[in-house]
Every structure is written in C-alpha cells, then in structure tokens.
C-alpha cells in the first residue's frame, strides 16, 4: 500500500533563511512525487511534482525539491524564505499502477519569522 | 475563467439529514475528485472520476454518494449525514488524471454536522 509521511506538524524559520519540509514516501513501483500549499481558507495550489528525470525539481515561487530514491524522501526546500511563505503543505504520492488514487501526507505548517 | 466552484461554502446541518456538496468546472477536465481535509489526517479521497459516468471509490467512501452525468459537475451526497462527516470539503480536477498531471482545487466546502 502507498503512503506518505510528513514527520513534522510545524516548521519554524527565520526570513532569509533556507528552509525545507520532509516528506518520504512508500509505493510500489516508481512514484509520482507533488508538493502542494495551502493558505488560509483557501483550497490547495500546486508547487511541482516529481514524475521522472533530474532528481532536483523546480517549482513555482522558488521552490524546489529532491527526489532521493535510495531514501524514499522528496523534501522541499527553498534557499531564502520570505514571511509570505507561511502555509501549510502537503506532500502526495501516487503510484504507478493504473490508480488515479493520491495519497496526501498529513501536512506541516511552514511559519517564517521576520 | 472561473475554473473550479464550490457550494456552499458553509454548510450546517443536523444528523441524519441529506446533504449535497456542488462542485463545477469550467476546463472540461476528464477527472474529477472530492477530499475530505481533517486535522491530524491531512486530504482523504472519498471518490473520483475518470469521466461523466465513471466513478470510483477512494478510502473514505462509506456515507458518501457521488454521480457525474455532466463532464463540469460532481456532486457528494452524504446520504445520512453523522457527525463524524463534520470537516471540510475540497473537490479538485485535472486534464487527465493520470499521475503525471496536476490536481486543481475548488475553494472548500466547510461542513458542520449537529
């Protein structure tokens, strides 16, 4: 069975400094790899996904991830984080084998510091 | 371009009641899904849809009933609605479903049940 992990419900950082959000994954076969966020009260909006190719995927607003297929993780991760990054994100994994089925990790609440 | 709508926004209801959650797209999307996002459990699929006509269930479908005559619309229905339903609802889209493509998410439905 698939799923995700994001081993961290909050992650704190100070603006200007880098940041990144865990993820790892579990799924048979090669996985399709997506960050999401999500402000408040809002519905969730795609960062970038991880499908084959370069492990380093570039994403909107900055952002971007690594795909690590020895340690099953995809983190996120920007080099300077601005205030207006504060959201919650989620990772999601579907796995190849003719499901259109998404598994979402449970969140992690990114709050950058001034 | 309105892309993906909800409604309601907010919904309170008592238990037992029949409830029906709207969901329209405007991209004539072929996949349709609609979440549940709950605290400590992140986005749960409830249904999908590959197509007007085809549906299938995700790993929270118990209480749930969908249907989808019309490619831009997939309404949830919770049958009998129970309190353990109270959460919010977010249904979303993508051009093919398959995992290379992105979801789209509508605004939310936050649904209170007494």
């Known amino acids: 069975a698939q799923s995700v992990a994001q081993p961290e419900d909050q992650v704190n950082v100070a603006e200007g400094n880098p940041l990144t959000v865990k993820c790892t994954y579990s799924v048979s076969g090669n996985p399709y790899l997506f960050w999401y966020v999500q402000y408040p009260n809002r519905g969730l909006q795609f960062l970038l996904k991880y499908i084959t190719g370069d492990n380093l995927v570039k994403g909107s607003y900055g952002f971007e991830a690594e795909f690590n297929k020895s340690q099953t993780s995809f983190h996120l991760k920007k080099p300077s984080a601005l205030v207006s990054d504060s959201a919650l994100y989620f990772c999601?994994?579907?796995?190849?084998?003719?499901?259109?089925?998404?598994?979402f990790g449970t969140g992690t609440r990114l709050k950058v510091l001034a | 371009d309105a892309g993906i709508t909800q409604s309601p926004r907010y919904k309170i209801t008592e238990t037992g009641r029949q409830v029906t959650l709207m969901c329209h797209q405007t991209?004539?999307?072929?996949?349709m899904f609609w979440y549940r996002q709950d605290l400590g459990h992140g986005l749960r699929l409830i249904y999908y849809s590959a197509a007007a006509d085809i549906t299938d269930k995700g790993e929270v479908s118990d209480g749930y009933v969908v249907s989808r005559s019309k490619t831009e619309n997939f309404p949830l229905t919770l049958e009998s609605a129970t309190r353990s339903q109270t959460s919010v609802y977010f249904c979303?889209?993508?051009?093919?479903?398959?995992?290379?493509?992105?979801?789209?998410f509508g605004p939310g439905t936050r649904l209170t049940v007494l």
């Open positions: 991209w004539s999307h072929s996949y």
């Open positions: 979303a889209s993508s051009d093919s479903g398959g995992g290379t493509d992105t979801q789209y």
């Open positions: 999601a994994v579907r796995g190849f084998a003719g499901t259109y089925k998404y598994i």
